[in-house]
């Protein structure tokens, strides 16, 4: 499959914003906090009045693709570009809060997994191929090799992976869950802004295995590749790129042939 | 399939082509405080299946039921496919959230299964499948795009089989959500006809298994020929006014087909009886299927036993293979009079001796997700 070209990153987690904000060791990072949450981004605050925390994660996270790309939203409105959200668990904190009936009717529809990147869809004008995978890792590795078949068909000239996990909410159900917390959660917002580009992607899945790097930036669950794309965008090198994650079982990993990112890091 | 008016494909059939109705007062849970306690539930779950082997949660039980079916229409169980070859690519609004319900009610241990891929994954274990499994969830259009990202799967050498499809259950949780929102009619649901006043929500799960052509042999329904998908990008909750996401994902789908709207033979449509969503989808169509539009069959079965949510595009799905197959287009249950804001061909009163060859079947959701589906009759 031919590959996609990695034009832009937006990053923002609970160790801040960008790549350069995760730390070395996240576990000594953490000291001994068990989530690392993000605050409510402080957008418009009427516009976003109805808006659940996640979704503001996500928007937010669009806007420091943007911004590492130098562009304004325009240049990915409309119809040509695809939105592909990949999530676990963002839905989470707004089902319980309609559950313990915190939230009215004004709030039912945020309880959808469709609510983040619906926000996101809305706040940038994206009205392209749109699809919403569920799961771990494998999930956005997936929504990456989508985001190359869709772009290889040109049933788009720009999409947008995005991934989105907030753990603050439901932290008592994840502690009571986890079976060796022996990293910290990270609530992060992580997209990768792709065109079509040169090379080949290789996209593989097994049974078993392991990947990722969570010892290094936590566990952040679906964002977790995204993540680790940013920060290899930071390191030289013309070879090639790959990524891989778990989730119930099942490793995924995508394999660009050549380094596939058009920009370096603006605070590189 | 496992329905609120079959539990079979056969019986299924037969239901929608004699009108059966399939909604009822709720029994599972309470409904007493909210306005409308009425849906499409199913009252027992009748297939012969060992449970032991299955999570106690009614999301992982009704697509288990669900792929009894399919394995008894397919006859062969366990498939006959290599495991490691074997996918399965699940759409669902809701995944487990009745767990989550349930969990947060006193039994913590249930939290796992509340997540929304539990359910895909407790059917991929018990289809023993080792390949590839998926969960989607585009709110009410999941059921599509599960069926447009199996066939990538195939495409791609990923599988050499896929079980794709949708389900979602009834529970307080959507109920009280949709009561909330208005949206649930006291009233029967009547798709595209001038007194509808909005839906009511029914449970269901469907699959299909899809092969490469060259693998499908005789007992091929037909051959999904395109997938397209688009987001309105208008409102969280409510369809773009105009319908321009759900036109774009008939047109992306019909692209990927190599067909043109003129075309179509048959509609099965999302009609969902709300007044604002049939109006919107009728709109589109008419731009899409051209100066045909008033001549092409459409169908929706919402009346007959309610909103299935990430189940009903797979079903609607599985209509145009139906109709294909029998060559008979079910009336739309619940149109008496149609509206003349609804200027289609809907099938009404009786069933329509028609055989489609190519089908559009189209879906809308929440958070603007829009998908269609071009589907060629064997």
């Not at chain 1, 995204?226 to 790959?242: D, F, K, Q, S």
């Not at chain 2, 599509?144 to 949780?173: K, M, P, Q, S, W």
């Not at chain 2, 499908?216 to 969280?236: E, N, P, Q, V, Y």
Request: glycine letters at 12%.
């Amino acid at each position: 499959m031919r590959a996609p070209a990695i034009r832009a990153v937006g990053l923002l987690s609970g160790w801040g914003e960008g790549a350069a904000s995760v730390p070395l060791d996240a576990k000594a990072a953490a000291a001994g906090r068990a989530v690392l949450e993000v605050e409510r981004p402080a957008l418009d605050p009427e516009r976003f009045r109805r808006s659940r925390r996640e979704c503001l994660m996500g928007v937010a996270a669009v806007h420091l693709m943007l911004e590492d790309a130098q562009q304004g939203p325009e240049a990915v409105a409309g119809e040509r570009t695809a939105l592909l959200f990949a999530t676990t668990a963002a839905y989470a904190p707004s089902n319980r809060a309609f559950i313990e009936s915190r939230g009215g009717s004004t709030y039912f529809p945020y309880t959808a997994a469709a609510a983040v990147p619906a926000e996101v869809a809305i706040a940038f004008g994206l009205t392209g191929p749109y699809e919403i995978l569920i799961g771990g890792a494998p999930a956005t590795l997936r929504a990456i090799a989508r985001a190359a078949a869709l772009l290889e068909a040109h049933a788009c000239d720009h999409a947008i992976v995005l991934a989105v996990e907030v753990f603050a909410e439901c932290a008592d159900v994840f502690a009571r869950v986890r079976r060796a917390p022996r990293v910290p959660l990270v609530e992060t917002a992580a997209c990768l802004w792709l065109d079509r580009g040169h090379g080949t992607i290789i996209f593989e899945r097994r049974r078993g295995g392991t990947g990722g790097d969570r010892a290094r930036i936590g566990e952040m669950l679906s964002c977790e590749p995204l993540a680790t794309l940013a920060l290899a965008r930071e390191t030289g090198g013309e070879g090639p790129v790959a990524v891989a994650g778990t989730w119930r079982g099942e490793t995924a990993r995508l394999e660009w042939s050549a380094r596939p990112y058009r920009t370096r890091s603006r605070v590189a | 399939m496992v329905t609120p008016i079959g539990q079979d494909l056969d019986t299924f059939w037969s239901a929608l082509l004699t009108g059966a109705d399939g909604i009822s007062i709720i029994e599972r849970f309470p409904v007493k405080d909210l306005r409308v306690g009425q849906g499409g539930e199913i009252k027992k779950l009748t297939r012969a299946i060992d449970w032991r082997r299955v999570p106690d949660s009614r999301a992982a039980r009704l697509l288990v039921s669900a792929a009894d079916d399919l394995c008894v229409q397919a006859g062969e169980r366990p498939l006959g496919v290599d495991p490691e070859r074997l996918a399965v690519v699940i759409g669902t609004a809701l995944g487990g959230v009745e767990e989550g319900e349930r969990a947060l009610a006193g039994s913590p241990r249930r939290f796992p299964h509340a997540l929304y891929d539990a359910p895909g994954h407790a059917l991929g274990r018990w289809l023993g499948a080792r390949g590839p499994v998926i969960t989607v969830s585009t709110a009410c259009a999941s059921g599509a795009t599960a069926l447009g990202l199996g066939a990538e799967l195939l495409r791609r050498g990923e599988a050499d089989a896929v079980v794709a499809g949708g389900y979602d259950i009834l529970c307080r949780f959507v109920l009280r959500g949709f009561d909330s929102l208005r949206s649930l009619t006291r009233e029967r649901v009547r798709p595209f006809d001038r007194r509808r006043s909005g839906l009511l929500l029914g449970e269901a799960a469907a699959l299909v298994l899809l092969r490469r052509e060259a693998e499908a042999g005789g007992k091929r329904l037909g051959t999904l020929l395109g997938c397209g998908s688009a987001s309105d990008a208008f409102h969280i909750a409510a369809p773009d006014p105009e319908g321009r996401g759900i036109e774009r994902a008939m047109r992306a789908a019909l692209t990927e087909a190599e067909v043109d709207g003129t075309e179509v033979d048959f509609v099965s449509a999302h009609g969902t009886a709300t007044p604002l969503n049939d109006t919107i989808e009728a709109a589109a169509l008419r731009r899409v299927l051209g100066p045909r539009a008033s001549v092409v069959p459409v169908n929706s079965m919402k009346g007959a036993f309610g909103h299935a949510m990430g189940a009903a595009a797979t079903l609607e799905a599985i209509l145009c293979l139906l109709a294909g197959r029998h060559g008979q287009i079910p009336a739309t249950l619940g149109l008496e009079e149609l509206d003349p804001a609804c200027d289609l061909d809907c099938v009404q009163g009786v069933p329509r001796a028609a055989r489609p060859r190519l089908s559009l079947s189209t879906s809308l959701g929440f958070g603007g997700c829009n998908a269609a589906l071009v589907i060629e009759s064997a």
